[in-house]
């Protein structure tokens, strides 16, 4: 048998338009949740048995055998501000060097997020397939894998061969997304050739409501499975990045079928029941204070999880709000475990101090987004690190976080009672290591606050007596009427049940 040679390359970016500041290269050059930026071998050595694409896409490859692996480049940043230009066109750059000196190819996988906005593209994954067929041709066959957040385009549908999306919030099944593109785009040299039907909904979906834990979502995704389809057939639904001001921001429907009306018709069927969800969806934030209050009076057995959606830096956050740290001092919060605040300069004063020194100073709002405030306190230090920590949830378990110089600190005076894990890199909170790592124990806490979205109910909704989602300010909007877009598609509407902007 033909041992057939296939290029693998990654590139992702979830990029939220409303954050302040740029995503350069060195984002995508520094470990953070995931590993720095690798090329050539380490693309398969550095990311085997993680939960990412890319390690899925090789996996199944090797599981089947007969496959040369071609290993170009893999990177992510952290979620945030728009690319910059330089770093887009260096990095797609590079893939395509790559590809061209990879010699002759049978096919080419491709791990991207489908939310990228670079400061000439607001579609970035499609301008990157853009560049990759302007290359090596429309020939060769592209397979494409996507984080459940794309903002999916026209363009990109029309470019790649075949697209499959991740089903799950949180992301437990990345490597199984990878693993699906790279065995569709086997089919595809196998030559079944699919037809593809794309639709886009009339409305956003916050994202703190989008879990396919309970929820429409969770109907939704069981619906893809239940679908009635021939072999080889399917179809995906990504829920969108709300964070985006492109004309491409929402929730689509991808399908593809052996004919042209039967894509039309599956995809029809995903949108129908996206529509008809559309009343489920609940997007209630409760404001700081009463959270608290409510977490306080809880007699449950457990902590109560105070979820900080709107500063998750996984959607591009600063991570360093402190809306409902403040809250937490204010009611006098007892057992009271937050994090991860990133406050570069907090973490260095700390390092200096040593642990057991007790700092005066000011802690949060170091990036600076406008109308954020530091708090003032006292803070003993009660555990330090260098900032490597073994994941150990089901999300990212295997892999490692790099939050820089790191500490663990508790309130003295006002807000004795508080614990905060401070950072010097944004690092979602979604995996309780980030607070085992330092000696405390969220499980033995009565109050956990998490600057995450959704992805940390994966690891602290098992022990949680309680999940409340709160409305503190950060730099990642959840309330979507309040957002000041200007590039959406006409009609689309704010949410669920929301107005479309420029109406009344
Ligand atoms: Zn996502």
Same mark, same amino acid.
């Given at each position: 048998?033909?041992?057939?040679?296939?290029?693998?390359?990654?590139?992702?970016? $979830?990029?939220?338009?409303?954050?302040?500041?740029?995503?350069?290269?060195?984002?995508?050059?520094?470990?953070?949740?995931?590993?720095?930026?690798?090329?050539?071998?380490?693309?398969?050595?550095?990311?085997?048995?993680?939960?990412?694409?890319?390690?899925? *896409?090789?996996?199944?490859?090797?599981?089947?055998?007969?496959?040369?692996?071609? %290993?170009?480049?893999?990177?992510?940043? $952290?979620?945030?501000?728009?690319?910059?230009?330089?770093?887009?066109?260096?990095?797609?750059? $590079?893939?395509?060097?790559?590809?061209?000196?990879?010699?002759?190819?049978?096919?080419?996988?491709?791990?991207?997020?489908?939310?990228?906005?670079?400061?000439?593209?607001?579609?970035?994954?499609?301008?990157?397939?853009?560049?990759?067929?302007?290359? &090596?041709?429309?020939?060769? @066959?592209?397979?494409?894998?996507?984080?459940?957040?794309?903002?999916?385009?026209?363009?990109?549908?029309?470019? *790649?061969?075949?697209?499959?999306?991740?089903?799950?919030? %949180?992301?437990?099944?990345?490597? $199984?997304?990878?693993?699906?593109?790279?065995?569709?785009?086997? #089919?595809?040299?196998?030559?079944?050739?699919?037809?593809?039907?794309?639709?886009?909904?009339?409305?956003?979906?916050?994202l703190h409501a989008q879990s396919t834990d309970d929820g429409p979502c969770r109907a939704l995704y069981r619906l893809l499975e239940d679908l009635p389809k021939a072999a080889g057939e399917y179809?995906? &639904?990504?829920?969108?990045?709300?964070?985006?001001?492109?004309?491409?921001?929402?929730? =689509?429907?991808?399908?593809?079928?052996?004919?042209?009306?039967?894509?039309?018709?599956?995809?029809?069927?995903?949108?129908?029941?996206?529509?008809?969800?559309?009343?489920?969806?609940?997007?209630?934030?409760? %404001?700081?204070?009463? !959270?608290?209050?409510?977490?306080?009076?809880?007699?449950?057995?457990? @902590?109560?999880?105070?979820?900080?959606?709107? #500063?998750?830096?996984?959607?591009?956050?600063?991570?360093?709000?402190?809306? /409902?740290?403040?809250?937490?001092?204010?009611?006098?919060?007892?057992?009271? /475990?937050?994090?991860?605040?990133?406050? @570069?300069?907090?973490?260095?004063?700390?390092?200096?101090?040593?642990?057991?020194?007790?700092?005066?100073?000011?802690?949060?709002?170091?990036?600076?987004?406008?109308?954020?405030?530091?708090?003032?306190?006292?803070?003993?230090?009660? !555990?330090?690190?260098?900032?490597?920590?073994?994941?150990?949830?089901?999300?990212?378990?295997?892999?490692?976080?790099?939050?820089?110089?790191?500490?663990?600190?508790?309130?003295?005076?006002?807000?004795?009672?508080?614990?905060?894990?401070?950072?010097?890199?944004?690092?979602?909170?979604?995996?309780?290591? &980030?607070?085992?790592?330092?000696?405390?124990? %969220?499980?033995?806490?009565?109050?956990?606050?998490?600057?995450?979205?959704?992805?940390?109910?994966?690891?602290?909704?098992?022990?949680? =007596?309680?999940?409340?989602?709160?409305?503190?300010?950060?730099?990642?909007?959840?309330?979507?009427?309040?957002?000041?877009?200007?590039? /959406?598609?006409p009609g689309v509407r704010l949410g669920p049940g929301g107005r479309a902007q420029g109406s009344s």
């Amino acid at each position: 048998m033909k041992v057939r040679r296939i290029a693998v390359a990654g590139f992702q970016h $979830e990029t939220n338009t409303f954050a302040p500041g740029r995503t350069g290269f060195d984002a995508f050059e520094m470990a953070d949740s995931w590993p720095p930026l690798l090329r050539g071998a380490a693309v398969i050595g550095e990311t085997r048995g993680m939960n990412l694409p890319v390690a899925g *896409a090789i996996a199944e490859a090797e599981r089947r055998g007969g496959i040369e692996i071609v %290993p170009i480049l893999w990177c992510a940043a $952290e979620p945030g501000g728009v690319v910059t230009d330089a770093a887009f066109d260096r990095i797609s750059g $590079e893939i395509i060097d790559g590809l061209r000196r990879a010699g002759p190819l049978d096919g080419l996988c491709l791990d991207l997020h489908g939310a990228m906005v670079t400061e000439s593209h607001e579609d970035g994954e499609g301008a990157l397939l853009g560049i990759v067929r302007a290359a &090596l041709g429309t020939a060769l @066959p592209v397979a494409v894998s996507l984080d459940l957040h794309a903002n999916l385009s026209q363009a990109l549908v029309s470019r *790649a061969d075949v697209i499959t999306i991740y089903r799950s919030y %949180p992301h437990l099944d990345m490597a $199984e997304t990878g693993a699906r593109a790279m065995a569709a785009l086997l #089919d595809r040299l196998d030559g079944v050739v699919r037809h593809a039907a794309f639709r886009q909904a009339p409305f956003l979906v916050p994202l703190h409501a989008q879990s396919t834990d309970d929820g429409p979502c969770r109907a939704l995704y069981r619906l893809l499975e239940d679908l009635p389809k021939a072999a080889g057939e399917y179809a995906e &639904l990504a829920m969108g990045f709300t964070a985006a001001d492109i004309a491409d921001c929402g929730p =689509s429907v991808l399908a593809y079928g052996a004919t042209p009306a039967r894509a039309s018709a599956m995809a029809e069927a995903v949108l129908a029941r996206l529509c008809a969800s559309e009343s489920g969806f609940d997007t209630t934030l409760v %404001p700081p204070r009463q !959270a608290v209050r409510q977490a306080m009076h809880s007699r449950a057995p457990g @902590p109560v999880v105070l979820a900080d959606v709107q #500063d998750n830096p996984g959607a591009g956050g600063t991570s360093d709000t402190t809306g /409902l740290l403040q809250a937490l001092i204010d009611e006098g919060a007892q057992g009271a /475990l937050l994090g991860v605040l990133c406050d @570069p300069e907090l973490a260095r004063q700390a390092h200096g101090a040593g642990t057991g020194a007790v700092l005066t100073g000011r802690i949060g709002a170091a990036a600076g987004l406008p109308g954020t405030q530091p708090v003032a306190g006292r803070f003993r230090v009660l !555990a330090l690190s260098d900032g490597r920590i073994a994941y150990g949830g089901a999300m990212y378990g295997g892999g490692v976080a790099s939050l820089g110089p790191s500490c663990l600190l508790a309130f003295e005076g006002p807000g004795a009672g508080i614990r905060v894990v401070v950072s010097s890199v944004r690092i979602q909170c979604l995996d309780r290591a &980030l607070f085992t790592h330092f000696g405390a124990d %969220p499980a033995a806490a009565r109050i956990v606050c998490v600057k995450s979205t959704l992805h940390f109910r994966a690891d602290f909704a098992p022990l949680a =007596s309680a999940v409340i989602y709160v409305d503190a300010p950060g730099a990642f909007p959840c309330r979507l009427e309040g957002l000041r877009y200007r590039r /959406l598609r006409p009609g689309v509407r704010l949410g669920p049940g929301g107005r479309a902007q420029g109406s009344s």
